[in-house]
């Protein structure tokens, strides 16, 4: 196995696995309460925390490659403009500042 697919599949079971022990873990802390064992509640409790919270920030977050190939499509779309050449770009600001300033307060 690669290096390039140990990283494709890496995460995938990197998420899952933190979502088995979150699970178990707050299982865990549910035992715990009801024990009123308090050592092993806030233990299990900060174990859910880290590993369940953890899982789901993974999942819920957008895939790298499909966010990577919205950048690039929207950064085609843009290159496909018509640049604007600096002197129409001044004049855009002079007539903008004119528009937002009041009469009296003109330069």
Known sequence: MTSAE??????????FGLL?????AAL???FAWRAKAT??????????W???????IL?????REELERKL???ASARESLTPVSAEARE??????????EPDGARR
């Not at 140990?6 to 998420?15: A, D, G, W």
């Not at 880290?50 to 789901?56: C, D, H, I, P, Y």
């Not at 999942?59 to 895939?63: A, C, K, N, R, S």
């Not at 004049?91 to 937002?100: D, E, K, N, S, V």
């Open 72 to 74: 690039r499509a929207s």
């Open 50 to 56: 880290l590993t369940l919270g953890t899982a789901t």
């Open 20 to 24: 088995v022990v979150g699970a178990a």
């Open 28 to 30: 865990s802390t549910h």
């Open 39 to 48: 050592n092993a509640f806030k233990a299990s409790y900060a174990t859910t």
């Open 6 to 15: 140990r990283s494709t599949s890496s995460p995938v079971s990197l998420k």
């Open 59 to 63: 999942y819920v977050q957008p895939d």
């Open 91 to 100: 004049a855009q600001i002079r007539a903008l500042r004119g528009t937002a």
